[in-house]
């Protein structure tokens, strides 16, 4: 990849992450921070230690004006994904009672549940992966969580890819405003009373007031949609990496300890929320380069996440890599508030697949990658071969 090339980069290209290891590697040994001049212009924050500084850094790196690149003219914004402290600390004990490592653990059940049905509903040998399973699994998942119909399921996929379009282009489709009234329906149609996620919203309160109903709808739709992709993306990721390095399934399946260290390497390895924005708010010299109030840097996460400097054998999934220090799940005060119902569903998920199945990729289908924000496989075709 020539300098030009980066000069050109651009999330949204078909095919972009065809190759993305190299173009990461360019990313990060160009002097200073790499600048695309799409979008508006954009820096890149794609080694290790500047990916880490901005996370750390809110108050020069806004989040409060966008995350994404473009910046979304077709939704509100995200709460508290886009918003900044001190108000994003309110909003954020308003949701994570819900969200704390306790509770979560009390939903394996659950999990275990929506994890075997899937997989009692596979008939065939041959499979696309992602379709399956690993895409409808989060969609289930974060609906139980809400107190919502499974069978809505389809619908709020269809309206989250609407909605990924509708960034990439900046033209509306219509999903982000189907969501917003999805989730202010949500809302309206649930009682106060009660100690699960929307009702703790419903009653919240930020900066000494009652939040608003506004606030609240983009709160439940921030919780629906915020996992969809970067579960199914690193989950698909984990079991294609399994698929094609059988001696790592079967070294997960004699020692179940080692499932932990394995589903964090994954969620480095897959670096599923690959892209978001975030904006200077001042004059500053930061990673190398002079940042102008008002300029673009996109935390590059997938390129950070695979920085030799910080991780050892980078471009591998390693079950036991110590220490777990990746930043896929983010850093500071917008650290993914759904990281452990995130991981639950991972190990729930990969436990119950090597329990019943040896997997291989299947050689006469084809792989398909994703592109945007969150980029990764969204087509995996397997060979089930069930277990004793």
Not at 70 to 91: C, G, K, S, V
Not at 266 to 290: I, K, N
Not at 352 to 381: M, T
């Amino acid at each position: 990849m020539s300098d030009d090339d980066l000069r050109n980069f651009d999330i949204h290209r078909d095919g972009v992450r065809i190759g993305a290891e190299c173009v990461w590697a360019r990313m990060r040994d160009a002097p200073g921070m790499a600048h695309s001049e799409l979008y508006g212009g954009f820096h890149m924050a794609a080694k290790y230690a500047d990916l880490r500084a901005a996370l750390m850094n809110h108050e020069l790196l806004s989040s409060a004006s966008g995350i994404t690149l473009p910046e979304a003219t077709t939704r509100t914004r995200h709460i508290p994904a886009e918003t900044d402290p001190p108000l994003h600390r309110e909003y954020r004990m308003v949701m994570q009672r819900a969200l704390t490592p306790e509770r979560v653990a009390a939903l394996e059940p659950a999990v275990l549940d929506i994890v075997r049905t899937l997989l009692d509903g596979i008939k065939t040998e041959k499979i696309d992966f992602f379709s399956q399973f690993a895409r409808p699994l989060p969609i289930y998942v974060m609906l139980d969580f809400l107190g919502l119909p499974r069978k809505d399921g389809p619908m709020i996929d269809q309206l989250v890819d609407d909605l990924h379009e509708e960034v990439a282009t900046g033209m509306s489709r219509g999903g982000g405003a189907k969501l917003t009234a999805y989730a202010e329906a949500v809302i309206a149609n649930r009682e106060a009373e009660g100690d699960d996620f929307v009702s703790n919203v419903i009653r919240g309160e930020v900066e000494g007031r009652a939040v608003t109903f506004d606030e609240k709808a983009n709160m439940v739709r921030q919780v629906l949609i915020g996992a969809f992709d970067t579960m199914s993306l690193t989950l698909t990721a984990g079991v294609h990496w399994l698929a094609e390095h059988l001696e790592d399934a079967e070294r997960l399946r004699a020692d179940p300890s080692l499932m932990n260290t394995a589903v964090e390497d994954m969620v480095r390895f897959a670096s599923a929320s690959t892209y978001l924005r975030r904006t200077a708010t001042a004059d500053a010299v930061f990673g190398g380069v002079q940042l102008h109030k008002g300029d673009y840097v996109l935390l590059c996460f997938g390129a950070a996440n695979r920085d030799p400097s910080a991780f050892p054998e980078p471009d591998k999934i390693l079950l036991d890599r110590r220490p777990i220090n990746h930043l896929g799940f983010g850093l500071g005060v917008h650290r993914c508030i759904g990281s452990h119902l995130a991981k639950l569903q991972l190990r729930t998920a990969l436990t119950e697949l090597l329990a019943r199945y040896d997997f291989r990729p299947d050689p006469e289908g084809a792989i398909e990658y994703s592109k945007g924000l969150g980029q990764g496989l969204i087509r995996l075709p397997l060979i089930l071969s069930p277990r004793a």
